[in-house]
C-alpha cells in the first residue's frame, strides 16, 4: 500500500540546508532505511520529533527530556482481600525500561469496606514479590475509610535494560472481616527523564588502539 500525506513532502536525507541534514516527515513504519546517529525526523503519525540513538535504542524523543506516559492498567473489578497476601487479581505491569532512565510508578487503591478493623496492607511490588512500598490501613469499629483512595508511588532508576513488573498485593489481620478494595484499582508509569546519557552501543563494539577506534560494528 503506498502512503500519500496531503500535507508534507518527503524530503532526500541527503539534502543539506544551513542548519544541516533535513531528514524530512515519515509516518509511523516508515522511518529512513539507513540512519546515522543523531539524525532527527518528524513522525506525522503521532506528531513526535524523533532523533536515532543506533540500535539499540532505535528511533526516541529527545533523550534530556521526559518522554511522560509509558503504561497502565485500571481494573472495574472488586477484589476480596485475604488473609495471607497475595496478588490483586489483574492488578499487574509491565514495561521495557530503558538503561539510565528514571520512572515513576503509581499505585491507587479503592478501599471499599465497611465495616473496617485492623490491619488490611496493600503493597506495590516487583515480579518477585518484593515489597517496594507498602501502606496499612488500621481503623477499628469505624467506616470513614470507606471510599477513600490509598496511593503508592515508587522511583525506579533504570540501570540496565529490560522488562519490569510491578503489581498490587494485599492482606488483612483480622480474617473474620470482609475487606473490599476497588473497583478502579490502578497502577500507571510514566518516564521521568534522564539519570545518565544513552547507551548507544554494547561497551565491547568498538576496540581502542590508543589513538583511534577500530572494529567497531553495530552488531
Not at 145 to 164: D, I, P, W
Request: hydrophobic content about 35%.
Amino acid at each position: 500500500m503506498t502512503y500519500v500525506d496531503p500535507f508534507f513532502t518527503f524530503a532526500d536525507p541527503g539534502i543539506v540546508d544551513a542548519g544541516g541534514p533535513v531528514a524530512g516527515v515519515y509516518p509511523y513504519g516508515f522511518y529512513p532505511a539507513d540512519p546515522y546517529i543523531g539524525m532527527a525526523i518528524f513522525d506525522s503519525t503521532f506528531g513526535n520529533v524523533l532523533y536515532y540513538y543506533g540500535p539499540i535504542l532505535g528511533w526516541r524523543p529527545n533523550w534530556g527530556t521526559a518522554w511522560g506516559f509509558v503504561t497502565d492498567i485500571q481494573l472495574a473489578s472488586t477484589y476480596a482481600v485475604t488473609t495471607a497476601e497475595a496478588d490483586i487479581t489483574g492488578l499487574t505491569v509491565s514495561w521495557t525500561a530503558v538503561q539510565n532512565r528514571k520512572y515513576l510508578v503509581r499505585m491507587n487503591i479503592r478501599y471499599s469496606s465497611a465495616p473496617e478493623s485492623i490491619g488490611t496492607t496493600v503493597v506495590l511490588t516487583d515480579a518477585g514479590n518484593i515489597h517496594k512500598m507498602e501502606q496499612t490501613v488500621s481503623v477499628q469499629g469505624t467506616s470513614q475509610n470507606k471510599g477513600k483512595e490509598l496511593t503508592l508511588t515508587e522511583r525506579y532508576l533504570a540501570y540496565g535494560s529490560g522488562t519490569v513488573t510491578r503489581k498490587g498485593r494485599a492482606s488483612k489481620s483480622a480474617p473474620a472481616d470482609t475487606k473490599n478494595l476497588g473497583p478502579d484499582n490502578s497502577i500507571d508509569v510514566f518516564d521521568l527523564g534522564p539519570f545518565g546519557g544513552p547507551a548507544y552501543l554494547p561497551l565491547s563494539a568498538c576496540l581502542w588502539n590508543s589513538s583511534t577506534w577500530n572494529s567497531c560494528s553495530w552488531s
